[in-house]
């Protein structure tokens, strides 16, 4: 859905089932930025539901890397009022979601120099663009 993602090599994706802890399953690096994007496995289909990013640039033009990067913001970063490793356990009861399966996309690095929430936002304008609204659990952009 997102072609300009396709340039970023470090990249990868990650299963999260009610029975998992989101520590174990997570394989995003913790000392890079970027960008994740989830998707919904519910009855046979596949439904993105959220939008993020992890980190910053600052004024000098490095990063500016959460302590544990982009894995400690999708395990304990806040989303419902939780840490997500508890939050998404619920949301796939509450919501009868089958699995989350996260993307993330290294944006800053040695081989690009994309400002994360630039890039979120690129995305999140193409989804807006085609459906008209944001993603489930994207509260406002």
């Excluded at 009022?81 to 009868?96: A, T, Y």
Aim: hydrophobic residues 35%; charged residues 30%; aromatic residues 14%.
């Amino acid at each position: 859905m997102f072609d300009e993602l396709e340039k970023y090599k470090s990249s990868g994706h990650f299963f999260f089932e009610e029975n998992d802890q989101l520590n174990n399953v997570c394989n995003a690096p913790k000392n890079g930025i970027g960008v994740y994007i989830v998707y919904a496995l519910k009855n046979g289909k596949i439904e993105l539901i959220y939008i993020g990013s992890s980190g910053k640039i600052k004024q000098n033009g490095t990063a500016k890397i959460r302590k544990g990067g982009i894995f400690d913001r999708l395990v304990n970063g806040k989303q419902f009022d939780e840490p997500r490793k508890k939050s998404w356990k619920q949301k796939l009861v509450s919501e009868k979601i089958d699995a989350l399966d996260i993307y993330w996309y290294e944006t800053f690095d040695k081989n690009h120099n994309d400002i994360p929430v630039t890039v979120e936002g690129n995305i999140i304008q193409s989804f807006f663009d085609i459906n008209g609204n944001l993603p489930k659990w994207n509260k406002e952009y």
